[in-house]
């Protein structure tokens, strides 16, 4: 069966950091385009980050709100995916999904991590 | 890049049709066929339910449809059962790997 699964959420103070990881299962993550997506509580989707495939030179690129704070990276030989976060603010409070793209689409979601923000 | 805009909540009866737009602009929705929708349903992670503006994965009953015209897109539910009860959110890619999301619509099933 292929799935997503997400670790790594909790509460953090303002300023702080968090390492959130992905593990594959059923699937090679390499081979996908890999991606993190958050939601604010009772809002909505917002994209975060987003990797290459292995065969396309894992390229990286993230949302301006993210960008120079959050890092996205991905371990092959353990299958998963991470997302480093420094200097976490309040406004980052939200489940955090990976997920996988095909033709631009979200097809594979994991089940999410809370990640909390607050002193 | 702005968040494209949907209406916050929908409704319809069982049996009845109900339509939800996706408004962009040309630099997304408007610039790529690219466009998806997601159906989340309370504590859930979303499932993809529409691709390349009109494509339904396998398994998606075919009650879901979707379309665009210019820089609005549209899904449409058909047949509305009670489990359609649902957020419903779409997506565009909008060039420079990069994507973004609609706020999100509550379909109510009456």
């Known amino acids: 069966e292929v799935q997503l699964v997400e670790s790594g959420g909790g509460l953090v103070q303002p300023g702080g950091s968090l390492r959130l990881s992905c593990a594959g299962s059923?699937?090679?993550?390499?081979?996908?385009?890999m991606h993190w997506v958050r939601q604010a509580p009772g809002k909505g989707l917002v994209w975060v980050s987003r990797i290459n495939s292995y065969s396309d030179g894992s390229s990286t690129s993230y949302a301006d709100s993210v960008k120079g704070r959050f890092t996205i990276s991905r371990d092959n030989a353990k299958n998963t995916l991470f997302l480093q976060m420094n200097t976490l603010r309040p406004g980052d409070t939200a489940v955090y999904y990976c997920a996988t793209t095909n033709s631009h689409a979200f097809d594979i979601w994991g089940q999410g991590t809370m990640v909390t923000v607050s002193s | 890049q702005s968040a494209l805009t949907q209406p916050p909540s929908a409704s319809g009866s069982p049996g009845q049709s109900v339509t939800i737009s996706c408004t962009g602009a040309s630099s997304d929705v408007g610039g790529y066929n690219y466009v998806s929708w997601y159906q989340q349903h309370p504590g859930k992670a979303p499932k993809l339910i529409i691709y390349?503006?009109?494509k339904r994965p396998s398994g998606v009953p075919d009650r879901f449809s979707g379309s665009k015209s210019g820089n609005t897109a549209s899904l449409t539910v058909s047949g509305l059962q009670a489990e359609d009860e649902a957020d419903y959110h779409c997506?565009?890619?909008?060039?420079?790997?990069?994507?973004?999301f609609g706020g999100g619509t509550k379909l109510t099933v009456l």
């Open positions: 997506s565009s890619y909008v060039g420079d790997n990069s994507w973004v």
């Open positions: 059923g699937f090679t993550l390499s081979n996908y385009w």
């Open positions: 390349e503006v009109s």
